[in-house]
């Protein structure tokens, strides 16, 4: 947990992420965000990356310091232009999220709650200006383990995380590689709304930087009844959670404002043998 | 020979107006060609974006043969060669080439059901019989799979509509099946921890749906289970190998014996058991010879 009295001596959110690091010729950097650390170096117009997963967790994150890189690493090489300077940028997945509440949540017929989840967040790295970057890598901040939703037949791939839900985005330490995403959950079927898992189709995300958060546009979630399809809204707008927010990624996959997708499930066996 | 020749004047047949309707022919021939192969590939370009790869060759295939046809017709029918007389010709040759090729028409009719059926398409990979590839093209007469080890298997239409298919790649997803043994003195609780944790912590195993285990029973060494992991069907050798190898790791870190069964064998049923000695025991004291035979 990070204390109000450390978070003066850290770099906000903002200061984190939204940074352009410009490198020398043969100059090695070293970021260090959660638990990922990883080196960029800059030789003859080459980009040098290494990641590296050192599962402790660093409280004051390191943002392009210079430093010079174990020798037993394994780098990707990319070949590139003359533009010296790098992006490094939180994304959202590339896939749908299935959150599982850590106690699961029972709705009443016609009623709705706004709730918090924290999202994990993938690391950009991209040559050149903010105005005309390239993608050159993308990492996941955290391990994400891979789940299926919906029918063996015809439901999708997505990333599975446990989270609770929050009334509060504060109730959670805010950690670097997370994004609040706000869900307005409601239940418009006749019976209770009972789910042990829930759907969150994060690319179809935008992602906004604060002096505090990472967090998403809001998402409103309507039930229709168990099976059934749930009328999804994605809001255009930065959300309610802290003022100043920036609009830092456009959504993977852009869609319309609503879409209409299966998003609340029970855990089913299909263990029939 | 020389005679008949000699009675042929060239002169007479290859007129300017023969000359011009034989150039108007060839003409017509090759621009219904090109023209056949621009509306099929213009087809394929434009409209068939919605369409599996095995309906886009289907529908492919249609428009050059049919297209194919109509050149030809149209060809003939510029030369001055009467249509009507030529069909039914064609109509006699067609019964009698029918009746000699019933094999061939059986796959013909076989395929469309195959298709419209849509079972399988191109990239798909089945096992017909002993036989498993992947789909690699879908034709009149048969479907072609490519295996594994790179080699092309025909197979007439006709023997896939009478036999089993199995279409592996078909879904999503897929259930792969690790039978274990485990030996009888073992904890069932702690082998039944130890292999779901080992599911659970393969980033190639879905989460959900979970992951079986069944007690199999009593076998004749050993308690029989059954693992069953979900896994993305692209992950298919990925994920054999490294459960396997995880689960091998992790039962000998453990101490979790997998027994297998024992065989001795015998040279025959007059002969001796084979002799067992055992080599690391301690050597056996020399007895001295009782008639010292050293002398």
């Known amino acids: 947990m990070r204390g109000s009295g450390a978070r003066e001596e850290e770099p906000t959110t903002r200061e984190l992420w939204e940074k352009i690091t410009s490198f020398e010729e043969g100059q090695a950097r070293l970021w260090h965000i959660g638990t990922i650390r990883f080196w960029i170096r800059r030789v003859t117009e080459e980009w040098f990356i290494a990641f590296e997963e050192t599962g402790e967790y660093r409280a004051h994150p390191a943002a392009g310091e210079e430093r010079e890189p174990p020798p037993e690493l394994k780098w990707n090489r990319y070949v590139a232009g003359k533009t010296a300077k790098i992006i490094v940028h939180p994304v959202l997945p590339d896939r749908p999220i299935v959150i599982k509440p850590t106690s699961p949540v029972k709705i009443l017929p016609d009623r709705g709650s706004r709730y918090f989840i924290h999202v994990p967040v993938w690391i950009s790295i991209m040559e050149g200006s903010s105005k005309n970057p390239l993608l050159l890598q993308e990492h996941p901040g955290d391990f994400l383990s891979s789940t299926w939703f919906g029918d063996p037949d015809d439901g999708e791939l997505c990333f599975s995380f446990t989270s609770d839900l929050y009334k509060n985005p504060a109730e959670r330490e805010d950690l670097p590689l997370m994004a609040v995403c706000p869900l307005n959950i409601r239940n418009g079927f006749t019976s209770i709304l009972d789910f042990q898992r829930i759907c969150v189709r994060v690319p179809h995300l935008q992602l906004y930087s604060g002096p505090r958060y990472l967090c998403t546009n809001e998402v409103e979630l309507i039930y229709r009844g168990a099976g059934q399809q749930s009328h999804i809204t994605f809001r255009e707008s930065a959300p309610t959670i802290e003022p100043d927010l920036k609009r830092i990624a456009l959504p993977r996959i852009p869609v319309n404002r609503n879409i209409i997708k299966k998003s609340f499930e029970y855990i089913k066996s299909l263990s029939l043998y | ?295």
Not at chain 2, 79 to 97: E, F
Not at chain 2, 174 to 203: C, S, W
Not at chain 2, 285 to 290: L, N
């Open chain 2, 1 to 295: 020979m020389k005679t008949i020749l000699g009675n042929i004047e060239f002169g007479n047949i290859f007129t300017p107006a023969f000359l011009f309707g034989a150039l108007r022919a060839v003409i017509i021939l090759v621009v219904g060609f090109f023209l056949v192969r621009l509306i099929a590939f213009l087809v394929r370009r434009v409209f068939t974006h919605n369409l599996t790869e095995q309906s886009r060759m289907m529908l492919n295939k249609s428009i050059i043969y049919i297209g194919g046809i109509l050149v030809v017709i149209a060809v003939l029918s510029d030369l001055g060669l009467k249509l009507s007389a030529l069909l039914g010709a064609a109509g006699v040759v067609g019964i009698a080439v029918g009746i000699a090729s019933q094999t061939s028409l059986g796959n013909i009719i076989s395929g469309l059901f195959l298709v419209s059926e849509k079972t399988f398409e191109i990239g798909d990979v089945v096992t017909v019989g002993s036989k498993t590839g992947i789909v690699y093209s879908i034709d009149l007469l048969s479907i072609k799979l490519r295996t594994f080890d790179n080699l092309l298997i025909r197979i007439p239409n006709q023997t896939i509509i009478s036999s089993e298919l199995t279409n592996i790649t078909r879904f999503p997803i897929r259930r792969m099946d690790f039978n274990i043994g485990v030996a009888y003195k073992e904890d069932l609780q702690r082998v039944r921890e130890t292999l779901l944790a080992i599911a659970h912590e393969n980033p190639l195993c879905l989460e959900e749906p979970e992951p079986l285990l069944v007690f199999n029973g009593f076998g004749n060494s050993s308690i029989d289970i059954l693992l069953g992991i979900w896994f993305e069907k692209s992950n298919y050798l990925a994920v054999k190998n490294s459960v396997i190898m995880t689960i091998k790791e992790r039962f000998d870190s453990l101490g979790i014996e997998i027994p297998f069964p024992h065989v001795t064998l015998y040279a025959g049923s007059a002969t001796e058991p084979f002799p067992v000695r055992q080599v690391d025991a301690a050597p056996a004291k020399k007895t001295p010879k009782k008639d010292g035979a050293a002398g």
